[in-house]
């Protein structure tokens, strides 16, 4: 894989978990792209800072501790009738609230990403009579990334 622009990728989610986390099991799931994405932030996991100070050695010893997966802001023009933005407004507080949901990222050259995560957040931006009106969501990342 080489360096590539942002143009065509595509934001698919589902309400299940896959059978198994790999490729396979995600794969086996049939997502809902999210229609109007504007923008998917940054996301993956980050380990804890651990630290040892014996007082005999004077320096500080340094581990990972727990990971945190992340999470991912999504930005979109907002469509209520698109059944992906139904599926994140249901995820983040209406009948899908408790369910983790699984993510397909698709990118220009047909790579894929797959996690699972919970979806915090489902909010309309208004904004100005100069803009279109968006939609924010806010992923927590529960698993690792697969790449595909």
């Not at 507080?93 to 993510?103: K, P, Q, R, W």
Request: proline letters at 3%; hydrophobic letters at 45%.
């Amino acid at each position: 894989m080489t360096v590539q622009t942002n143009a065509t990728t595509q934001l698919g989610i589902v309400a299940a978990t896959p059978a198994t986390h790999n490729e396979a099991g995600f794969a086996a799931l049939t997502f809902v792209n999210v229609g109007e994405v504007v923008s998917i932030g940054e996301h993956g996991g980050t380990a804890a800072l651990v630290t040892h100070s014996p007082l005999a050695t004077r320096a500080v010893s340094k581990f990972k501790g727990s990971i945190n997966y992340g999470s991912m802001p999504v930005a979109f023009g907002l469509d209520i009738t698109d059944a992906g933005q139904v599926l994140l407004d249901a995820g983040a507080l209406g009948a899908s609230i408790d369910v983790d949901h699984s993510v397909k990222i698709t990118y220009q050259d047909a790579s894929v990403e797959y996690f699972q995560a919970k979806i915090m957040s489902y909010t309309r931006n208004p904004s100005t009579i100069d803009a279109i009106i968006s939609g924010n969501s806010t992923f927590e990342l529960v698993t690792s990334i697969i790449d595909a």
